[in-house]
């Protein structure tokens, strides 16, 4: 059965050293979250200055100066469940700094059939700035990539999820993925400032952590322009494109064994 009212979304972000397109992304992604919960990963540039400049609806749990753990998100989710000030929402939402939404998420969550418990990505990642007319303006960015994966970034609030670990990367025990995905820009590497600082903070604190990221063997904003992508692709005039692969789900017969299961789980009333 499909609910048509317009979801309540709550948004767990950790951020580091992203003051420059904060203050772009923030209000919009204020428009649709209702409350933000916010781990700082110890910036030191004005990110915890802009985060707190948007009132209450932006919940600062602290700064963490610690190697970074994909988990940390989880910090706002337990603050808000003990907490007697939040009520539980519809959907939690996995939130990045450098990320915009096309469409309204309460849009595209609210027709989603309450089987349904998982909302992941399709997403386009632009990269290294040619004009200074807005960081989220995807023509202000030289090149852009459709990415060939997806990321699962929103969860329907159930009794039976839960964010166990500061390893996880996300909820256990969330209903199946939807079918459909929802797309996003993603805006990584701005300027060459911007981009060596990602690129020190991303290999010094994920190494520590133990985490892969597909980025680390970079050693300067210059490399990884003309490396990222062997198949760089240019902006062109009749718009962007978005990735194939991120659309396919439930293609193997393992990933539809998997939806069966999470199905009668369902059913069952255990997800």
Same mark, same amino acid.
């Given at each position: 059965?499909?609910?048509?009212?317009?979801?309540?979304?709550?948004?767990?972000?950790?951020?580091?050293?992203?003051?420059?397109?904060?203050?772009?992304?923030?209000?919009?992604?204020?428009?649709?979250?209702?409350?933000?919960?916010?781990?700082?990963?110890?910036?030191?540039?004005?990110?915890?200055?802009?985060?707190?400049?948007?009132?209450?609806?932006?919940?600062?749990?602290?700064?963490?100066?610690?190697?970074?753990?994909?988990?940390?998100?989880?910090?706002?989710?337990?603050?808000?469940?003990?907490?007697?000030?939040?009520?539980?929402?519809?959907?939690?939402?996995?939130?990045?700094?450098?990320?915009?939404?096309?469409?309204?998420?309460?849009? @595209?969550?609210?027709?989603? $059939?309450? &089987? +349904?418990? %998982?909302?992941?990505?399709?997403?386009?990642? /632009?990269? =290294?700035?040619?004009?200074?007319?807005?960081?989220?303006?995807?023509?202000?960015?030289?090149?852009?990539?459709?990415?060939?994966?997806?990321?699962?970034?929103?969860?329907?609030?159930?009794?039976?999820?839960?964010?166990?670990?500061?390893?996880?990367?996300? @909820?256990?025990?969330?209903? $199946?993925? &939807? +079918?459909? %995905?929802?797309?996003?820009?993603?805006?990584? /590497?701005? =300027?060459?400032?911007?981009?060596?600082?990602?690129?020190?903070?991303?290999?010094?604190?994920?190494?520590?952590?133990?985490?892969?990221?597909?980025?680390?063997?970079?050693?300067?904003?210059?490399?990884?322009?003309?490396?990222?992508?062997?198949?760089?692709?240019?902006?062109?005039?009749?718009?962007?494109?978005?990735?194939?692969?991120?659309?396919?789900?439930?293609?193997?017969?393992?990933?539809?064994?998997?939806?069966?299961?999470?199905?009668?789980?369902?059913?069952?009333?255990?997800?």
């Amino acid at each position: 059965m499909k609910s048509l009212s317009i979801p309540t979304i709550y948004g767990l972000m950790c951020v580091k050293n992203e003051a420059d397109i904060l203050i772009e992304t923030l209000p919009k992604i204020l428009e649709w979250c209702s409350v933000l919960f916010v781990i700082d990963n110890n910036s030191t540039d004005e990110t915890q200055k802009i985060l707190g400049s948007f009132g209450p609806n932006v919940v600062i749990l602290g700064t963490l100066r610690v190697p970074y753990q994909e988990g940390f998100k989880s910090i706002g989710y337990h603050y808000a469940k003990t907490s007697k000030n939040f009520i539980d929402p519809d959907w939690w939402a996995v939130v990045d700094a450098d990320e915009v939404y096309i469409e309204d998420p309460r849009d @595209f969550l609210k027709s989603i $059939p309450a &089987f +349904y418990g %998982r909302v992941s990505t399709n997403a386009t990642e /632009f990269i =290294g700035l040619s004009s200074d007319v807005s960081l989220i303006d995807p023509k202000s960015y030289k090149y852009y990539i459709p990415l060939d994966w997806a990321e699962t970034r929103f969860f329907r609030h159930t009794s039976h999820m839960k964010w166990k670990s500061f390893n996880d990367n996300g @909820f256990s025990g969330a209903r $199946p993925s &939807f +079918y459909e %995905r929802i797309k996003l820009y993603h805006f990584p /590497f701005r =300027g060459a400032a911007q981009i060596e600082q990602r690129i020190s903070d991303r290999n010094e604190s994920r190494k520590a952590a133990n985490i892969a990221w597909s980025n680390s063997d970079f050693l300067d904003a210059e490399q990884l322009l003309v490396d990222y992508k062997v198949n760089l692709r240019r902006l062109v005039a009749d718009g962007v494109c978005f990735g194939h692969s991120a659309v396919n789900h439930y293609s193997t017969r393992k990933q539809k064994t998997s939806m069966w299961m999470q199905k009668l789980l369902y059913v069952l009333k255990l997800r």
